[in-house]
T-cell receptor, first 114, second 108 residues
């Protein structure tokens, strides 16, 4: 049981380049999230998707777009990367009922923008 | 605004000593709070949630609504407790807002 899978694990971009971070979960969770982790800033929510077909902005959505492709997959796109987007990105998912708001995280994707 | 504050970025204690990681929150409704932990080379994972009122790996956390706090405590620290700890607050139906994190180091 893989849980939450993110790709790629590492990526180096030049300023202005675009890329997409992929995320998939196999737990039949309704909700999916993208966070970024920066030293001293903790985890900040970029976008989330409460259910298939819906997406909403989090705390720091500028410069990003997301797609909830289906129930399993939630991608994060950087259209024109900037050095300020250098970070570690985490995808997470959560189910309903007693599991609501209990997040299962991916391993993270380390992005460097030069 | 709903906010989670972890005032200590770094905390270092000796093995066997008590440890307390502080978490304060601001929330107008009935809060639901969590502690997540990230051990070295492992994924971020849930440690405990206040509604469960349980002890995990010897850690407990009590919600104090008067002081708006949810401090994480363990009476006797162990070396394997060294990790990054995040306090989190449910915001709305489906979102969690996290604190800045505290890196705990247990010295032998």
């Amino acid at each position: 049981n893989a849980g939450v899978t993110q790709t790629p694990k590492f990526q180096v971009l030049k300023t202005g380049q675009s890329m997409t971070l992929q995320c998939a979960q196999d737990m039949n969770h309704n909700s999916m999230y993208w966070y970024r982790q920066d030293p001293g800033m903790g985890l900040r929510l970029i976008y989330y998707s409460a259910s298939e077909g819906t997406t909403d902005k989090g705390e720091v959505p500028n410069g990003y777009n997301v797609s909830r492709l289906n129930k399993r997959e939630f991608s994060l796109r950087l259209e024109s990367a900037a050095p300020s987007q250098t970070s570690v990105y985490f995808c997470a998912s959560s189910g309903g009922g007693v599991g609501a708001n209990v997040l299962t995280f991916g391993a993270g994707s380390r992005l460097t923008v030069l | 605004a709903q906010r989670v504050t972890q005032p200590e970025k770094l905390l270092s204690v000796f093995k066997g000593a008590p440890v307390e990681l502080k978490c304060n929150y601001s929330y107008s409704g009935s809060p639901e709070l969590f502690w997540y932990v990230q051990y070295s080379r492992q994924r971020l994972q849930l440690l405990l949630r206040h509604i469960s009122r349980e002890s995990i790996k010897g850690f407990t956390a009590d919600l104090n609504k008067g002081e708006t706090s949810f401090h994480l405590k363990k009476p006797f620290a162990q070396e394997e407790d060294s990790a990054m700890y995040y306090c989190a607050l449910r915001q709305g139906a489906q979102k969690l807002v996290f604190g800045q994190g505290t890196r705990l180091t247990i010295n032998p």
